[in-house]
């Protein structure tokens, strides 16, 4: 998933008071914490504090606290977030994977070190999510912690569509218990991703009639020897009321900033098309 996974990392941080709304945190470009491991930042950022690091996907700040909350209390916020689980749909689905001790055991054949951890807190190393998990995660973090039951019915009608036969109601899974507080931060900056400057989706959602909440996410993958990335972002919108989550994944699509548009463009087709008329800001684009 690459970097959409900070905002549960930046939940869990604040709700375990390893940062709080002003912490700063000093990105030269480079983590240093460790004498023998120090894995680059996409940037020089100097210090930010969580609403930044959202808004420019600093790696560092990320480290530091996945070292800080270690890999356990990572899996566990990531269990509530519905990452690494099965959402319950009706159909079958993997459950991925969030990676641990065991799991890396497991699989690699070798005992974890902290260096790990701090890789899986920025949504490398074994994390692996499916697109409905992740939607269901960024809907999670709209809504202000609930999270649902992902449907693919709603609900079932007569043959002649003239009667509705049964109706799904929505079904709680789990809530994630953080405050309100530190939600309303990370939704904060989740909205400075897409609004602000130096937003990694700002140039994508410039001059947009919405404001969207949202996460770039560049997630690195090596494949028979070749390094790509795949393209990644979660965003809901509009932003004060939410109605919707969307996930787009684009593999070997890039940065996650490159593919923003392409949520743009759902949001477009959701919120402004009625029939063949379009009401939106982007009249190049019509769909039927």
Known sequence: PGSVFK??????AL?????TPVTEIFCAGRYTYYEDYQPRCLGYHGSVTVHNALAKSCNVFFYDCGRQLGIERLGAYANL?????????????????????????????VSWTDGLT?????????????????????ATLANG????????????????????????????????????????VVKQGMLSVT????GTASTA???????????????????????????????FAPYENPEIAVVTVVEKGGYGSNIAQVTRDIFDAYFYYQGDTYKGDNPGLLIK
Do not use: W
């Not at 890789?119 to 409905?132: E, K, N, R, V, W």
């Not at 609004?195 to 130096?198: G, K, L, M, Q």
């Not at 001059?207 to 990644?232: C, F, H, M, P, R």
């Open 195 to 198: 609004t602000e400057s130096a």
């Open 145 to 184: 912690g609930t999270r649902y039951r992902s449907r693919l019915i709603k609900e079932i009608c007569n043959y002649s569509m003239n009667s509705v036969v049964s109706a799904v109601e929505p079904e709680v899974m789990d809530t994630v218990g953080i405050d309100e507080q530190y939600l309303d």
């Open 15 to 19: 709700e375990e008071s390893v940062i």
């Open 205 to 235: 959602f410039a001059n947009y009639s919405l404001k969207v909440g949202g996460k770039t996410g560049t997630a690195t993958v090596i494949d028979k020897g070749q390094e790509y990335n795949n393209g990644v972002f979660i965003a």
């Open 81 to 109: 977030f519905g990452l690494g689980t099965k959402t319950g749909v009706e159909i079958g689905e993997s459950e991925g994977t969030m990676s641990s001790r065991e799991e890396y055991q497991e699989n690699h054949g």
């Open 118 to 138: 701090i890789q899986a807190a920025i949504g490398q190393l074994d994390d692996a999510f499916t697109p409905l998990q992740l939607a269901t995660y960024c």
């Open 7 to 12: 905002p549960c990392v930046a939940c869990a």
